[in-house]
């Protein structure tokens, strides 16, 4: 579900963008993911996050895909003269690209806006090469459906997850978490890793 106007404010804002260079620096310690890697990020907004990773992780490429194309047109003008990054309309439930594409998968507060985000998890793990890491940022219920809150933002309403939900779903997805997993009343923070054989 794409973000309504105060939730775009906060996206676009220097607050976020904050926030995201801290979060990428406690994902870099947890993940030890090394330069070169082949990474996706889902659900990329303005690309802020997107530019923080390219310096931090140096990556070989970086796909960063969004539903939104006017989020993709902000993202397209701030990374102008970066040839590693490669900006794509698409929808995260259904990801354009084939099994085991990917050495990591980049999740900075998206897999909430999924109508599905079963789904959701399910295509990060199909898109991840054996041993790939899943880096994440999420959001819970507690903070966006809270009074007020609910009907500021938009968010879909059905089959929502807290900490433990989004822990069972990565488990039957094959994405085993890593040391370092941190997880709040409204937020969790983590890195789970796919299996090496999927049965
Ligand atoms: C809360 S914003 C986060 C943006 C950015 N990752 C950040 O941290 O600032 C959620 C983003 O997910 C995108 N989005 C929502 N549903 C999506 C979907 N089904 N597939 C891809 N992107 C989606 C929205 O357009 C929006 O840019």
Redesign the pocket.
Known sequence: ???NWP?RVF?NSVA?RFI?KRQLGSLKAMSGLGPGARCL??????G??ALHALRAFEPAQYHA????PD?LRLAAAKARNEQRLCLLR????ALPFRDASFDAVFN???IH???DWRR?LAEVSRVLVPGGLFLF?EIYPALYAAPILRDVLAHPRGDRFDGREFRRELALQALALQPGYRESRFTILGVARKAHSVS
């Open positions: 579900m794409l973000v939730e996206c976020r995201l990020e889902i659900g990329c907004g303005n802020n996050g895909i969004d539903l939104d989020m698409g929808d995260a439930q900075l507060g998206i806006h999924l109508e959701g940022e």
